[in-house]
Nanobody, 124 residues
Framework: QVQLVESGGGSVQAGDSLRLSCTFS????????VGWFRQAPGQVREFVAA????????EYADSVKARFTISRDNANNMVFLQMNSLKPEDTATYYC?????????????????WGQGTQVTVSS
């Protein structure tokens, strides 16, 4: 019903910036919530940021507040994650996700649709 494709990952130095993109296909409803998660090798997948396709609500993990920003381009069915002041501990595979809901979820199990992931590597 909803398909997602991430792009924009790469290898950067600590302190650099990256912008990840996620392109949505299928129906884009006003009640769609979108988010970013990340997973390092051998670790659990963790929440990064989430927002609504329409509306002002946003949520961020404490570890990325003031450094990462989630935003939307509704006309092009895209969501972005602007990552500034990157740290080596930000190294992970980043996934975009979506769910049709009336609020802004942050739990992994709340999201129904997932992209394939894009790798981000931050070197010291």
């Amino acid at each position: 019903q909803v398909q997602l494709v991430e792009s924009g990952g790469g290898s950067v130095q600590a302190g650099d910036s990256l912008r990840l993109s996620c392109t949505f296909s299928g129906h884009t409803f006003n009640s769609l919530a979108v988010g970013w998660f990340r997973q390092a090798p051998g670790q659990v997948r963790e929440f990064v940021a989430a927002t609504r396709w329409s509306g002002e609500n946003t949520e961020y993990a404490d570890s990325v507040k003031a450094r990462f920003t989630i935003s939307r381009d509704n006309a092009n069915n895209m969501v972005f994650l602007q990552m500034n002041s990157l740290k080596p501990e930000d190294t992970a595979t980043y996934y975009c996700a979506a769910v049709i809901t009336g609020w802004t979820p942050v739990r992994l199990s709340d999201f129904d649709y997932w992209g394939q992931g894009t790798q981000v590597t931050v070197s010291s």
